[in-house]
Each structure stands twice: as C-alpha cells, then as structure tokens.
C-alpha cells in the first residue's frame, strides 16, 4: 500500500446561528464563544496530530466549520503559525478558510490573507432574499455581492462560491438567475449543489413546503450545467465546477482516497499506516473537546477499515469525480487487488452504471452518474445502510 497525499482539516464549531438544512457539526456561537481557549485547543491537538504525519509533507489546510469567519485574523495567523511550525508543508500549499457573507465583517479579508489563507470559499446558497430567509440564512443577496468585491480586493484570488439549488418554491428559471449572479461575479470556482433534507436537522423533521419534484430537479441541474459549461467553468465532480487550474486540492484528495489529519470538536481524520487504513474522529461537543485537550486526556474514537469498509469508501468518494479513477490508484490507495474491483463492479456494470476504459480507467456512465446513489449502493455488503452525501466543499 502506497502513501496518498496528506492533508489537513481544522474544523471551527460556531455560527451565529443553525441554519434549518444544516447536518454539520456547528453550535450557536452565543454572545461569547470562547475563541482563544478554542485556538489553544487546537494548537495543542496540532501537536498530536504532528506527531501522527512522522515528516509527511501537508499538501492543503481546510478552515471548515461553523463559520471559521467568526474568528479574527490574529486567530486565525495564531492557528495557522502553529500549523507552519508543527508541520511540512508543499511550497504550493492551498490554504482554504469558509466564510459567510453575514459575519465577514469580524475581520477584513486582508487579515486572513496576510494571515496565509489563500482560499477563500463564500457560503452564498442563494442570490434571492426571499429563498434566502427560507434557508435561515442571516445575510442579504446584497451582503454577498459585498464580501466578494472585499476578498477580491483583500488579495484573494482564488474564491469559491457555494450556492444551492432544489430549493422550495424554486424554478428553472430561478435556479438559472441564482447562477447568473453567482458567475457575474467571476468566481475560480462554484459549488452547485442540490438542496437535500439530512436526518437530525430541522428541515427532515419539517420538510418546508414545495420543494422541487424528481423531474423539476433534473431539468434545474441539465440547465444549470449547461450554462456552467458555456461560461467555462468544467465540472470535475457532483458539484464542483472551476475554471481552469482551479480545482479544489483539498477537496480532490478526499475524492481521490487520499489521507488527511483532523483537529478540532467532530473533526473525522483518515490515515494509512502500516498497520492499514485508519479512520477517527475528536468529540463533538467543543466544550467537551477543549476539557479534554487541556487535560491532557484526548478523546479519539477510531477503527481500522476492513477489506469491505475499503472497497466501499474508496468508490463512494471516487465515483463522485466525472473522470473516474485509475485501478491502479485503487489499489496503491487501499491495498486491495485489481481483481476484487473487477468482482466488485460486475453487477453494477451489467446494470449499465459503471464501465473500465481501455486505459484502466472507472467511471460512471451517464446514467450512473444520473442515479449515482444507486451506483454506489451496489458496492455495499447485503443488508448495509449508508446516508449518501452530495455536499459543497466537503468535510470529513
């Protein structure tokens, strides 16, 4: 088995408040979060973390959350220092801080940017005030226009909009102009997804009232991609689209099996070892979290993957890439033979799902990538469940 890539996910638990479609793990800041003790949290679970890489080189950092926006710039270059000297990093490390367009005002662009963030990616979800209110979002179409003309000219080159579709009450015709205000201000990269109702949120208990049908929700993502394509921004994945030379690293290293650290309250890391493929995750509740860093007592729930656990999560992030992957990669990544891919597929490729390229290379058909959920449910054991993820910059 051959060493993937590393990298490495910060996750930053506070929001102003929950928002109703929300399944991440994120807590309602209050009027007093406690921000530094957090930051000294995380610098002392770095430490650890460190210790796990033995010398490996990080090829991205992702500030997810919450809304890591809530911290200053001084936190942020405070967490970021401690990154530098803890760790290797690739000369061309990509660096991406969340933030959303209600609560960039606790620090000017700028200072992120001077901080090391050299990504940025705006949580817009809607240019329509009215879909916006639906979404519990605390930020105007306006708000968003604003925080992107800031970044851009706080030194941010590199910014990701993330916007929704599927949303209740939405056409074609509404998608169509949501996309048109997001592309108007020339992003590097645009994650379109489709709105979906996760157990254990406020939307899957009360599902809001006319949500787009099966068929609606198809001909908003024919159309929308489209127009994505005429205005050059090539889909790589689900719900990624950038223009050229702007794919997401970090992103790209989950969807291609690659390895990377987690720190923070909920944060899920994955590391090949010797000893074979490793997931774990830090508690979630940050109070928790911080009690038992500075104890000095970490709390770390982890497993090692089985043969089958390998096989299934290696496709689920894989087959999300439009290119597909090459066989060889499955097996440097997982450890297991070419043949158990071959036996593995067999019935999903007779269902005309899935097929290999003469080159060596998977991918999903047209239809699979249509149905990709069922794609994917055919390389689960018997009798398995598993909630499927479509989501915009993904978090471990």
């Known amino acids: 088995m051959t060493l993937p890539p590393l990298s490495l996910y910060v996750h930053l638990p506070w929001c102003v408040r929950k928002c109703p479609y929300c399944d991440f793990n994120s807590h309602k800041a209050g009027d007093a979060p406690p921000r530094q003790r957090y930051i000294d949290a995380l610098l002392t679970d770095l430490a650890r973390e460190a210790a796990r890489a033995e010398g490996r080189t ?19 270059e405070q967490l970021l220092k401690g990154v530098r000297a803890l760790f290797t990093l690739a000369g061309d490390i990509e660096i991406t801080m969340e933030a959303n ?85 020339g992003p590097a990269h645009l994650s379109w997804y489709q709105l979906t109702l996760e157990p254990n949120t ?42 050229d030379g702007r794919r997401c690293r970090h992103n790209l290293n ?12 909920g944060a899920h890391g994955k590391l090949t070892t010797s000893h074979g493929v490793q997931r774990y995750q830090k508690p979630a509740n940050p109070m928790m979290y911080m009690q038992a860093e500075e104890a000095g007592e970490p709390s770390v729930l982890g497993a090692r993957l089985t043969d089958e656990d390998l096989l ?3 496709m689920l992030n894989a087959l999300r890439l439009n290119s597909g992957f090459d ?32 080159s060596g290379i998977w991918a999903p058909t047209e239809l699979g990538s249509r149905f990709l959920n069922d794609l994917l449910g055919e390389f689960l054991s018997p009798g398995t469940e598993y909630s499927f993820m479509h989501k915009a910059e993904t978090k471990p």
Not at 68 to 76: H, M
């Open 202 to 243: 406020v939307f899957h208990a009360r599902p809001p009232a006319g949500l787009p049908d099966e068929d609606l929700g198809y001909a908003i993502q024919d159309a929308g991609q489209a127009l994505l394509a005429a205005e050059g921004y090539r889909q790589y994945e689900v719900s990624a689209y950038a223009k």
């Open 327 to 358: 066989e060889a990669i499955f097996v440097a990544r997982t450890g297991l033979p070419a043949a158990r891919l071959f036996e593995a597929s067999s019935r999903a490729g007779k269902k005309g799902l899935i097929e290999r390229r003469d």
């Open 58 to 76: 990080l090829s991205s950092v992702f500030l997810g959350g919450g809304t890591p926006s809530l911290f200053t710039p001084q936190e942020i």
């Open 101 to 185: 367009p209600g609560t960039v005002e606790c620090g000017a662009p700028e200072g992120y940017r001077a901080a090391g963030v050299n990504r940025l990616s705006i949580g817009a979800q809607s240019f329509d005030d009215a879909l916006l209110l639906t979404l519990g979002r605390i930020h105007s179409s306006d708000d968003i226009a604003r925080a992107f003309d800031a970044a851009k000219q706080g030194g941010f080159d590199n910014i990701n909009i993330d916007l929704m579709h599927g949303l209740p009450g939405q056409s074609v015709e509404m998608a169509l102009t949501d996309l048109k205000a997001a592309l108007a201000l």
């Open 312 to 314: 299934f999560e290696f």
């Open 254 to 265: 989950y969807w291609e099996f690659g390895d990377y650290l987690a720190v923070g309250a």
